[in-house]
Structures are given as C-alpha cells and as structure tokens.
T-cell receptor
C-alpha cells in the first residue's frame, strides 16, 4: 500500500460527458502528480501541484483540468470525453521529510469512455 | 529534453533464471533521480528504487540489484533467481531536480517480464 488513495477505481461513461477523479496523497506529501497511461502513449505526465499551486504542466489537454485543495487532496476533471480518453489515470505524491523525493503512485482509476 | 529508453519490449525466462532489464537515459541536467517501478497485472505502479545522480553505488535488495553507471547513462535492474510473482511490466523513469525537489517523471516504454515454471 503506497498510501496514495484514488477514487473511483473504475469508471465507465459516455462520450461527451464529464468526470472527476479524486486523489488523496500520502500523509504530509505536498506534491501531487497526475499521469495518464494508455496503450498508444504509454505513461504520460499531465500536471503537478505543490501545496496548492500548479508547479509543472505536461501533455494535458485543454478539456482536462486539475486542482489541489487546502487539505492537499487533488481532483482531475475530464470533460467532453472522447473514446481516446479511455486510459488508466494515476495520481502520485511526494515531498514529506521521510519520503523526500520518492514519488509514490496510487492504484489508478480506470476510465472507459463508450 | 529528457528521454528514457528501455529497448527490451518483452523478456521471457524460466523460473530461477537471472534476468537483467536495461535502462538508458538522456538528460542535460547534472542532478537528477532515477527510479524503477513495477506494474503487475492488477495495474498499480509499485515503487522499487530511487537513485540520485551523484550516488553511483550499486544497490542490492534481496533478489533485486541495480547497477548505475553514469558514464554510460545506464541504470540496469537485475532479478536473481526469478519467480513467477516477478511477472510484470517494469518501468524505468527519470526525474530532474532543478527545482530542488523531485519533479515530473519521464518514463521509458517498459519491459514486460514473463516468468514461467
């Protein structure tokens, strides 16, 4: 158990819809990352937040957005969903005194767009 | 730009064989972290090791060992006496430290290891 919690674990939705993926980082971790894993693109970095502020941005579509809340949990919002958005979405966290720069991943949220 | 290459797409071994997974990276940064993660069939990404760029000491953890060679930009992973439970996809990843803390990871394409009886 990495200590990073993601919900929901599985989600099936229709094209054009909007979903929200939720992530609770490891206790005390200030950084939260979102990654997308698809068959054709592999593991792609989407976005990083550090203590509520956006720190780095990767290949995140404009239809996607994220935020980190004061309690450090994060949400990834995916809108106007397309079939190609079907993927495994990972949240990861890092940044406590103990774990330092080790990046731990949650179990992922499987999104299927039909 | 950072890049991680895992040239071995798939490896099949028989249980108890030793196997080495290769990882070659490219970066212009002088300080960085390298990681290995395991992704079993259930899908989660399991952290295995983190190594910083100024520590070239090899590491052994049980049946796992890692060989970091900065001169060849390689960070190879060896499993000794492989077991069926080692069957998974293994990812090598690179993180820069320009902000002073670990930042986004650049992943390789992964090596699928199949261990059979």
């Amino acid at each position: 158990d990495s200590g990073v919690t993601q919900t929901p674990k599985h989600l099936i939705t229709a094209t054009g819809q909007r979903v929200t993926l939720r992530c609770s980082p490891r206790s005390g971790d200030l950084s939260v990352y979102w990654y997308q894993q698809s068959l054709d693109q592999g593991l792609q970095f989407l976005i990083q937040y550090y203590n509520g502020e956006e720190r780095a941005k990767g290949n995140i579509l404009e239809r996607f957005s994220a935020q980190q809340f004061p309690d450090l949990h994060s949400e990834l919002n995916l809108s106007s969903l397309e079939l190609g958005d079907s993927a495994l979405y990972f949240c990861a966290s890092s940044g406590t005194l103990n774990s330092g720069n080790t990046i731990y991943f949650g179990e992922g949220s499987w999104l299927t767009v039909v | 730009a950072q890049k991680v290459t895992q040239a071995q797409t798939e490896i099949s071994v028989v249980e108890k064989e030793d196997v080495t997974l290769d990882c070659v990276y490219e970066t212009r940064d002088t300080t960085y972290y390298l990681f290995w993660y395991k992704q079993p069939p259930s899908g989660e990404l399991v952290f295995l090791i983190r190594r910083n760029s100024f520590d070239e000491q090899n590491e052994i953890s049980g049946r796992y060992s890692w060989n970091f060679q900065k001169s060849t930009s390689s960070f190879n992973f060896t499993i000794t006496a492989s077991q069926v439970v080692d069957s998974a996809v293994y990812f090598c990843a690179l993180s820069d430290l320009t902000t002073g803390t670990a930042s986004k990871l650049t992943f390789g394409t992964g090596t699928r290891l199949q261990v059979t009886l």
